[in-house]
């Protein structure tokens, strides 16, 4: 990619805007400005050009040559086809940064665990004695580690449906797929929009890459080898049973006493460790790795166990199929805390399971009587406002030898920043209810 006199427009003022910035500039742009729709945005590098409460009119004032967008920000709306009116391309700051990336590339997607395997494939290969950085939609943006000297030997790419949306060229040398379920419906208006654009990971892919796949997942024809791995069947690679990950009818790591013993985390396992034998990483490295790793928060960590229940944040689970996992992974009676922003989902798929391990679900936020009506016919459920209130209400209901699951199956910005600043807020209030 030539960037030499070229004006480039950065639509998004946040880290990867940024970042993406920087790189353009580094690599020879005559010319560089971030522009932001929203009118309180600010730019934290004062020595980058930047508009805030940028309209369709500054856009066709800039002229650009070339369009970076955001994860955030949509190609197709009209304000982003304004800064590309005089025929400029629209790329991600993922597809810019890939063009000048000299580091191996292991890209991950999925609708659930991406950060978690993400996060592990980082630790493995570091502790097996390489450098690595976690990057894409969680650590850094890709245009920072490639602006890195020396640039670190693996780039371990969290990547979602947003980012592979403007990708062209890029092409990961090991893919990883973990699973796919309905999401991010605000955003997309059909299912298959969503589909198509997690699919492109494996775009302009050939046989001398890896797709890493999750057992039973419809995909359509690629052209990377295929390695599969499954909690739920025995094909594939790698397979879980027993607190163990198998492979060929032997054990190949046991996972009881580790972080990752739970069914979800052990897909994540199966996962990271495929992508590292990928690349050459022996597998006691891999096992190694793996013992020693801690996952990142929010995602079914314990808080508390007291009088014989055990409290878990899950504030991470945005969708159904997050939920519908920690839920399935659990073997005591479960107490389910969910609710928050409504993205259009249909929550009826996991009434099921919650009819067979649920004493009861305490629903809160904007979903709440959406959440009640669904629940109900199947199990016991109370309405309340807010964490707090879901708190106290599950300390009422549960019983020794029960989880109290905090999964809440949707977003959180109905009532927070975000899934930390809500998981925070579940563990304020159990640590209040518990007087810990």
């Known amino acids: 990619m030539n960037l030499n006199g070229k004006k480039i427009a950065i639509l998004g003022a946040g880290r990867s805007g940024l970042g993406a910035a920087h790189l353009a500039l580094a690599k020879g742009a005559a010319e560089v400005c971030i522009f932001d729709a929203n009118p309180k945005a600010f730019c934290s590098d004062a020595q980058i050009p930047f508009v805030a409460g940028a309209t369709e ?14 994860p955030g920000i949509e190609a197709d709306i009209p304000w982003t086809l304004a800064f590309a009116c005089a025929g400029a391309p629209v790329i991600g700051e993922t597809e810019l940064a890939f063009a000048y990336c000299t580091s191996r590339i292991i890209a991950i997607t999925g609708t659930n ?44 790419l969290e990547i979602s449906s947003f980012q592979l949306e403007t990708v062209v060229n890029f092409k990961p040398e090991v893919a990883v797929w973990l699973n796919f379920a309905p999401d991010h419906m605000d955003r997309y208006k059909r299912v298959d929009d969503y589909y198509n654009a997690k699919c492109r990971i494996f775009e302009n892919m050939g046989r001398e890459q890896i797709a890493i796949v999750r057992e039973g997942e419809k995909l359509p024809p690629i052209k990377p080898r ?24 032997h054990p190949l790591m046991k996972l009881r006493g580790t972080t ?15 992508a590292c034998r990928a690349v050459g990483i022996p597998a006691e490295a891999v096992a190694e790795g793996v013992r020693s790793f801690n996952p990142p928060g929010h995602r079914c960590e314990t808080v508390a166990e007291m009088d014989g229940i055990l409290w878990l944040n899950d504030s991470k689970s945005t969708n159904l199929h997050s939920t519908e996992a920690a839920v399935r992974s659990q073997t005591r009676p479960i107490v389910l805390i969910a609710g928050g922003k409504d993205k259009g989902l249909d929550y009826t798929a996991i009434n099921p399971m919650l009819q067979d391990k649920a004493r009861c679900c305490i629903v809160f936020g904007q979903i709440k009587e959406q959440l009640r009506a669904t629940f109900s016919p199947v199990c016991p459920t109370h309405v309340v406002d807010t964490v707090e209130e879901a708190v106290a209400e599950a300390a009422r209901q549960a019983q020794r030898g029960d989880v109290v699951l905090f999964s809440p199956g949707t977003s959180s910005f109905d009532q927070f920043t975000g899934y930390v600043q809500r998981g925070e807020c579940f563990r304020a209030a159990v640590a209040k209810t518990l007087n810990l």
């Open 260 to 274: 990752m013993e739970q069914a979800h985390n052990a897909e994540n396992t199966m996962a990271a460790t495929l």
């Open 226 to 249: 295929r390695v599969g791995f499954s909690s739920v069947v025995s094909s594939g690679q790698l397979y879980y049973a027993d607190g163990c990950i198998m492979e060929g009818g």
């Open 113 to 156: 665990g991406k950060t978690t395997t993400t996060a592990l494939i980082e630790h493995i290969l570091t502790h097996a004695g390489h450098s690595a950085k976690a990057c894409g939609n969680y650590g850094f943006p890709l245009s920072e580690v490639v602006l890195m000297d020396p640039a670190p030997e693996f780039a371990v």
């Open 57 to 70: 009119e500054h856009a066709h004032e800039y002229k650009a040559d070339l369009v970076v967008i955001s």
